[in-house]
């Protein structure tokens, strides 16, 4: 799926350089570019601008936050997509970020865990097996099972980048859904793993990280230590085409917010 | 009357002409299959090299280094199928014995509809129930911390072919001529006697493609064991958590892009040479034992 949309997002983007901005101008594009975690977000926002005005073209190519924010700077696109904060140097360099939502990544026990919070020190000794003991962090004696999603699941990397993990994790299970993830670790009294904030359900138990339970307002406020920002990125010095400025405020603005919702983040605005 | 005569032949004609096309459709989705396969599947074993892809003993296809070896994959697959057939087998034979043998007319139906039900159930619901009821239940009967892995593929699998391998040699079994065995029980020999003296020698060969199904199935199966094999990419060992060829694929092909997306489909390659070898193996057996 995602490929077919890199390809037509591909095509379409190499019909607009054929035809030329010439065209384009008249009806009016939005271009944006990176994160690929923000791919639900996004799409809601664009089929929603779309739908409001007719005849704009908007683009989307998700190609990761790197090439994003990349590509904006290069003036490729006219909006990049990053789901992580821009590096002092990236600022420098004259580029603007503009939050447009949060992700929240809840830690999930199994009910029956009596475990309340971990510091993020202690989830990342967790999961890259430094400690496999739940005694070791104030609950029963008892093994940890591990549970992840796979290997190219954003919700994974947000996880592994926050708590610094990348490829060092010894997961038990490697699950392909949300749903499994939430469905084992409520079958396992031992098991712990992580799901988006908006997925969570009462089968399983939220605990803290680092003293703070994930809600929208501790996401929001950025207390809470699991999360990303879903960032739109602007040149700071050059003005955005009418389109893209109107594509802009649309997606800071309140009416955005119940569809940034639905698509499973916290909107920022 | 001549008329009518080749009006009729032209309808038979056309009715034949038909049923070829239609039969060829069959063989085309084959051919089309195994070309898009080859063709999709070679590249990514010419890039990671033949034997480091299939002897390699790491698969960290998102990794900073990426490292594409399948021979856990390999490995999980042989000894799940394996394990499935070693429980399966003996029980899917005993009982197909007793069905078409020693069972009272009523009890046969009774079970024979039990048998057919257990084949119309997908798999998914296989899975669900591996994941709710026996995954639990294996943590807690040897004391593991947790009990997906290999084992509960097995079992899983174990039963899932149970309805093929029942069915297919109930078959067998019944379509032996009754004089077989009537000759038997006349020179002196008690029933049981009759039954694995005469009767499954001469059905043999059904029992042996009862087996073949059981091994195509139990190794094609992927849903079910997505759900309760644990999916990391271990080596097998019956309490860990394994991954095997077909959730391989399974797992990550809505994601995978470049030569990941490639070497997914070499591993695809991999198994339906893995499925073709078993059939021939087989059939070779089967050919040789009808002729000898």
């Known amino acids: ?269 | 009357m001549k008329t009518k005569v080749s009006r009729k032949e032209a309808a038979e004609k056309i009715i034949h002409g038909t049923f070829l096309i239609l039969g060829l459709v069959t063989v085309g989705c084959v051919l089309l299959i195994t070309i898009y396969l080859v063709i999709a599947g070679i590249p990514a074993i010419g890039k990671i090299g033949f034997f480091k892809f299939v002897f390699g003993s790491t698969w960290a296809s998102t990794a900073a280094e990426p490292s594409y070896g399948i021979l856990p994959f390999i490995l999980t697959s042989i000894y799940g199928t394996a394990g499935a057939i070693v429980i399966g087998v003996p029980v899917g034979f005993f009982t197909a014995v007793y069905l078409s043998k020693v069972a009272s007319k009523r009890v046969k139906t009774v079970m024979g509809e039990a048998v057919s039900l257990l084949a119309g159930i997908p798999s998914v619901v296989y899975g669900l129930v591996g994941m709710l009821v026996l995954v639990p239940a294996i943590r807690n009967i040897f004391g593991i911390p947790d009990g997906s892995g290999l084992l509960a593929a097995i079992i899983v699998l174990a039963v899932m072919i149970l309805p093929s391998i029942i069915k297919v040699s109930v078959n067998a079994l019944e379509a032996v001529p009754k004089e077989y065995e009537d000759a038997s029980l006349a020179l002196g020999a008690t029933p049981t006697e009759t039954y694995f003296r005469v009767s499954v020698p001469a059905a043999k060969s059904g029992i042996a493609s009862a087996v073949v199904l059981g091994v195509g199935r139990a190794i094609g199966e992927a849903m079910a064991v997505m759900m309760v094999s644990g999916n990391v990419p271990n080596m097998p060992s019956l309490f860990q958590s394994v991954r095997f060829l077909t959730t391989a694929v399974a797992s990550e092909m809505s994601y995978s892009a470049g030569l990941q997306r490639q070497a997914l489909f070499s591993i695809a390659l991999v198994l339906f040479l893995f499925i073709m070898l078993i059939n021939a193996t087989l059939n070779f057996f089967l050919k040789r034992k009808r002729e000898g």
Do not use: H
Not at chain 1, 33 to 40: K, P, R, V
Not at chain 1, 59 to 80: E, L
Not at chain 1, 207 to 212: F, K, L, S, W
Not at chain 1, 231 to 241: A, G, M
């Open chain 1, 1 to 269: 799926m995602k490929k077919v949309v890199i390809c037509v997002c591909a095509a379409m983007m190499a019909v607009m350089m054929l035809a030329g901005c010439g065209r384009s101008a008249s009806k009016g594009s939005v271009t944006t570019d990176g994160s690929t975690s923000m791919q639900a977000v996004i799409g809601v926002l664009g089929e929603a601008f779309t739908a409001k005005n007719e005849g704009v073209n908007f683009t989307y190519n998700p190609t990761g936050s790197g090439s994003g924010i990349t590509a904006v700077s290069n003036g490729i696109c006219d909006i990049g997509l990053s789901s992580r904060a821009l590096k002092d140097e990236e600022i420098a360099s004259g580029l603007t970020a503009t939050v447009l939502a949060y992700d929240g990544i809840a830690i999930i026990v199994n009910p029956n865990n009596p475990v309340e919070n971990l510091t993020i020190d202690e989830l990342s000794a967790i999961y890259t097996g430094e400690i496999t003991n739940w005694s070791a962090v104030g609950g029963s004696d008892s093994a940890i099972v591990l549970i992840g999603r796979e290997a190219e699941s954003g919700t994974r990397d947000g996880f592994e980048s926050i708590t610094n993990t990348v490829d060092g994790c010894k997961y038990r299970q490697e699950l392909t859904s949300t749903g499994d993830v939430i469905t084992t670790v409520s079958q396992n009294p031992d098991a712990i793993g992580y799901a988006s904030l908006a997925s969570v359900k009462d089968s399983v138990k939220v605990i803290a990280v680092d003293g703070v339970i994930p809600t929208e307002q501790s996401v929001k406020d950025g207390s809470y230590a699991i999360q990303r920002p879903f960032i739109l990125v602007t040149k700071t010095d050059v003005i955005l085409n009418d389109t893209a400025q109107k594509f802009f405020d649309y997606a800071i603005s309140n009416e955005a917010s119940e569809l940034i919702l639905s698509a499973g983040a916290v909107p920022a605005n």
